[in-house]
């Protein structure tokens, strides 16, 4: 079995994000940038269902600029056996990313295609459907546990959740799984597999050579921070609590 996995470049989770002066999107300059968490799990999912000799080979997957090598590298140093960047300058929406995914299964030919369910910076959690709809496979999205079928062959138990619980669904394979954050706890790398994962080779692939061809599905008008949270208050007593619940946030 194989399984492909997508990872996406992203601005650090614990980074405090700066909008740019002109407010056309956030500041990425000299700014730390790492494996999006949720691309993590789906990696980290994907080793482990090798280890457990599920899968024979795990395959990762980024699109973008130059700089993806360095993600990609990140996940051969955390056990992935190869690695595909598909490079290239433009801006990459859901729809594209869609597409090009869709290419690349085509050609690879999966069993498996693992996403994180949304990327942490424009938490559009769109690719994953997209692509299994192109794709026509079955789909598993919000995924807490997997679990490849011993008894059905060519199938895959997910476990997902949803606003009133867990629902779990068998999948025949190839399907479409997309990981949330209780999945599992993805593995640190170690420092002789960074540097092993420096002289790997990285397949290079441009959207030409897929046939995708790329195109703004989306226009970003504007981008602004949050308004800033007005600072609390000490009440005296629960009279006056309720009095402002009541009279002043009109929640009661």
């Known amino acids: 079995m194989k399984i492909m996995v997508a990872v996406k470049r992203v601005i650090d989770y614990a980074v405090k994000i700066r909008v740019k002066p002109d407010k056309s999107g956030v500041e990425?300059?000299?700014v730390k940038m790492s494996m999006n968490?949720?691309?993590?799990?789906?990696?980290?999912?994907?080793?482990r269902l090798r280890e457990a000799g599920h899968a024979s080979e795990v395959l990762v997957v980024s699109m973008g600029g130059t700089q993806c090598s360095d993600t990609l590298r990140t996940a051969l140093a955390m056990g992935a056996d190869r690695a595909i960047h598909v490079s290239t300058s433009h801006s990459l929406f859901p729809l594209t990313v869609a597409k090009l995914l869709q290419a690349l299964a085509t050609s690879e030919k999966p069993n498996i295609l693992l996403l994180g369910k949304q990327a942490i910076d424009d938490d559009a959690n769109q690719t994953g459907q997209m692509v299994a709809g192109l794709l026509q496979w079955p789909q598993g999205t919000f995924a807490?546990?997997?679990?490849?079928?011993?008894?059905?062959?060519?199938?895959?138990?997910?476990?997902?959740?949803?606003?009133g619980g867990l629902e779990t669904v068998k999948l025949q394979l190839p399907a479409v799984i997309t990981t949330d954050l209780r999945l599992n706890q993805p593995r640190y790398a170690t420092l002789p597999n960074i540097m092993k994962a420096k002289k790997k080779t990285i397949t290079q692939i441009t959207p030409e050579q897929l046939g995708v061809q790329i195109t703004s599905d989306l226009e970003i008008l504007e981008v602004f921070e949050?308004?800033?949270?007005?600072a609390g208050v000490i009440v005296a007593s629960v009279d006056e609590l309720l009095d402002k619940l009541k009279n002043e946030a009109h929640v009661i």
């Open 226 to 230: 949050p308004p800033k949270r007005k």
């Open 28 to 30: 990425t300059a000299n």
């Open 144 to 163: 807490s546990k997997v679990q490849i079928d011993k008894e059905t062959v060519g199938s895959v138990t997910v476990e997902r959740e949803v606003d």
């Open 37 to 47: 968490p949720f691309c993590e799990i789906a990696l980290e999912e994907a080793l």
